[in-house]
């Protein structure tokens, strides 16, 4: 018997693909703003190397940076849909992206680091700017990352796909579908936006006043932003990939609320997050007189989110209690 079949090979009713619903699209998305962030890349750099600016070439490469994070967000997106049947993976690729995420934050916060020493350089040791030109190209960067911010805008259609004989529901909106890998690429985007639109305003106040110091205290500020960014996502990302993402514990809560009216003791439960707007569930149950499982998961059917669920009941002495 082969040990990994073909995606084909696998019962359709017993799937473990718990990608967002938007992967696909998402993953689109994300090659198109690579390819507008090297474009713009080389722009910069072969600008700064014309017009003799360090600064304009400094930023090129600092995008580059940027374009390879997010190749990491693309690449991901394409290796969990290509092996979201893989039966090596027990629960799906949905936290792929998570995965992916985190890595991207680690890096977002390497360039934090990268922006903040240049920076302290900088204030340390000011160099002549050519300001017009610089302006120029600082402005058509903050152009293409705002188009790029559209494009990687969270719509927040927070809906998935049920396609296994544990899910149930039609498609809804909820908040558990935040895609960190999207998120990622997102907050890569909007760091070069945030470094485009000081360095704009330091270099207008360096042209006008001849504050040179502007520039780099102008990226000490962004550095600072975009550490604050890296964080948070390093948090969110990291606690989906220990199982420990808030949102369990609303799921959690809408079980027990669920099985209430049972009268049935939970003596076990466990709800962790399996990819955007899926999570998966073990709970085990102590009753005189268990139900069959199909009872127990009809019971649970209005929790949508809930796309993955696991039984056991342990049958206890007539006249006992739990």
């Not at 893989?86 to 995420?101: I, S």
Request: negative net charge; without cysteine; glycine residues 8%.
């Amino acid at each position: 018997m082969n040990p990994h079949p073909h995606p084909n090979d696998l019962p359709a009713a017993h799937d473990h693909v718990f990608l967002g619903k938007n992967h696909q699209r998402n993953e689109r998305r994300v090659w198109l703003v690579i390819a507008l962030t090297a474009t713009m890349m080389v722009v910069e750099i072969v600008a700064g190397t014309v017009y003799g600016s360090m600064a304009l070439v400094a930023d090129g490469w600092h995008m580059s940076t940027h374009a390879g994070a997010m190749l990491i967000t693309a690449l991901a997106y394409a290796y969990a849909r290509r092996h979201a049947r893989d039966t090596r993976f027990t629960f799906g690729t949905g936290k792929l992206g998570d995965l992916a995420g985190f890595a991207s934050a680690v890096i977002l916060a390497l360039i934090a680091l990268l922006i903040g020493w240049e920076s302290f350089v900088r204030l340390a040791n000011p160099v002549p700017i050519s300001f017009n030109q610089a302006i120029l190209v600082a402005v058509v960067g903050l152009a293409v990352n705002l188009v790029s911010a559209w494009l990687l805008r969270d719509d927040h259609e927070h809906h998935h796909h049920h396609g296994h004989d544990h899910q149930h529901g039609d498609d809804h909106g909820h908040e558990h579908a935040r895609d960190n890998n999207l998120r990622s690429a997102y907050l890569h985007v909007m760091a070069d936006a945030l470094t485009s639109v000081l360095a704009i305003v330091a270099l207008l106040l360096g042209r006008s006043y001849g504050w040179l110091w502007a520039d780099p205290l102008m990226g000490l500020v962004g550095a600072l932003v975009i550490a604050r960014w890296s964080w948070g996502l390093i948090r969110d990302a990291g606690r989906v990939l220990l199982d420990a993402a808030p949102q369990s514990e609303e799921v959690r809560a809408e079980i027990r609320e669920a099985l209430a009216p049972t009268g049935d003791t939970i003596t076990d439960l466990h709800v962790w997050q399996v990819g955007p707007g899926h999570f998966a569930a073990i709970v085990s149950l102590a009753s005189v007189a268990p139900q069959a499982a199909s009872a127990y998961k009809a019971m649970l059917a209005h929790i949508h989110e809930l796309s993955h669920i696991t039984l056991e009941t342990e049958q206890l002495p007539a006249g006992s209690t739990a």
